[in-house]
């Protein structure tokens, strides 16, 4: 048996692992729903997600490039794909419930608003102003639970108690006091381990993805990144003897393949020794601190990186330029709505009964695709020389 089939052969056999969440213990849905035949409750949470507007419109949402860069980089559909993919892989070495896991990796980004982190960040400066925030994690517990418009019997698409809270667990812990509004999903404790490991797989994917497209994209270069990132170098080593006449984009390949599975295998060895100690998901969710996670080694490896591509990729002059103009589009674009409210579509005129303006135009905005509010925004020019 090959090492890799082995190693495939004894999780298999482990089984499910205590501390794994078991789908039957759920505590299911808003609204009660009879089963489905031969679909397990997270299963079905995933095709709706799959199925949802909100998720098809990550295709034209930006990760770290805007699309006129490249037909091939990561938008936040394929990053979502390439978090799904490593989540699972992950989940089933460790014996965890991997439906539970995909479902989350799926939903993971659904509540990102157009341009990436610079949208969101005008997004959340714009609702500041109104002494509200803009949460990308919140904003995709209201997608799945309101906007989302598909069935007769219901509002959203009345996910599971796990995925929902898994939606707003998944990155940080909220405190009672600054998110009342999440008082049902027990802020006290910490989400199982299926939503604990997609932060940490979404770090590996994004790390890694952004060092490629940047790579192909000419914005770094190989001497320098072998300057920077002490594990790429040490694996860029190993690829050179094994391969030393291949053309130097395979071997950068061969390197951030070789690092992208340094982390995983990493991620996977601690966590399962970290878990090793706990019973059952019970016990884990009343840990002070979170379990899954990197040793110290892999940790200062991934700070390395993470803070190499903050200095030289996402800091970098022409990825800047794009970030200016991003973050001066969301935000006339939101002003604009603020002083013009009768410009809004009329489904979301209706909402300002209930909701402030503010919060309304900021849902409003999240939704939009890059090219949508971008259109917008063009089309919103004459508008505003008129009222002039
Ligand atoms: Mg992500």
């Known amino acids: 048996m090959r090492r890799e089939e082995a190693i495939a052969a004894a999780a298999e056999s482990r089984g499910p692992a205590p501390y794994a969440f078991p789908t039957q213990r759920s505590r299911g849905r808003r609204y009660p729903e009879a089963p489905h035949p031969y679909r397990g409750e997270f299963q079905r949470d995933r095709d709706r997600v799959i199925h949802s507007r909100a998720f098809r419109r990550l295709e034209n949402k930006t990760q770290v490039f805007p699309q006129r860069y ?90 599971t108690f796990e995925v929902r809270e898994g939606i707003v667990k998944h990155s940080r812990d909220y405190t009672a006091a600054e998110a009342p509004e999440l008082a049902e999903y027990e802020l006290d404790l ?6 604990q490991l997609i932060d940490w797989t979404d770090e590996i994917s994004y790390n890694s993805a952004d060092l490629d497209d940047a790579y192909e994209a000419r914005l770094l270069l190989l001497p320098q990144i072998r300057a920077g990132v002490d594990l790429f170098a040490h694996m860029l080593d ?24 340094y982390f995983v295998t990493d991620l996977i060895d601690t966590t399962r020794a970290a878990a090793a100690p706990f019973g059952d998901v019970d016990e884990l969710r009343r840990h002070a601190g979170r379990v899954a996670g990197m040793s110290a080694e892999a940790d200062r490896a991934r700070r390395q990186l993470k803070a190499f591509l903050h200095a030289n990729l996402y800091n970098h002059p022409q990825l800047r330029r794009e970030k200016e103009r991003a973050e001066a589009l969301v935000e006339e674009t939101f002003r604009f709505f603020m002083e013009r409210p009768s410009q809004l579509p009329h489904s979301y005129q209706e909402q300002t009964s209930r909701l402030p303006l503010h919060r309304v135009v900021c849902d409003y905005l999240a939704g939009m695709t890059d090219t949508y509010i971008a259109e917008l925004h063009r089309d919103m020019i004459p508008v505003r020389r008129m009222a002039r």
Not at 190 to 195: G, H, K, Q, S
């Open 190 to 195: 910490r989400p199982p381990l299926e939503a």
């Open 70 to 159: 490249s037909d091939h980089f990561r938008n936040r559909l394929t990053h979502t794909l390439e978090v799904a993919q490593i989540s699972r892989t992950a989940a089933r070495q460790l014996g965890l419930n991997a439906e539970l896991t995909e479902t989350l990796a799926l939903a993971h980004d659904i509540g990102h608003p157009p341009f990436g982190h610079s949208g969101e960040q005008a997004l959340d400066r714009a609702m500041q102003d109104h002494g509200a925030r803009f949460d990308h994690n919140l904003h995709a517990l209201r997608i799945v639970e309101t906007f989302e418009q598909r069935y007769a019997e219901f509002p959203g698409l009345n996910l």
């Open 238 to 261: 190993q690829v050179h003897d094994l391969y030393p006449h291949a053309p130097e984009k395979l071997r950068f390949n061969e390197a951030l393949r070789r690092v992208i599975d």
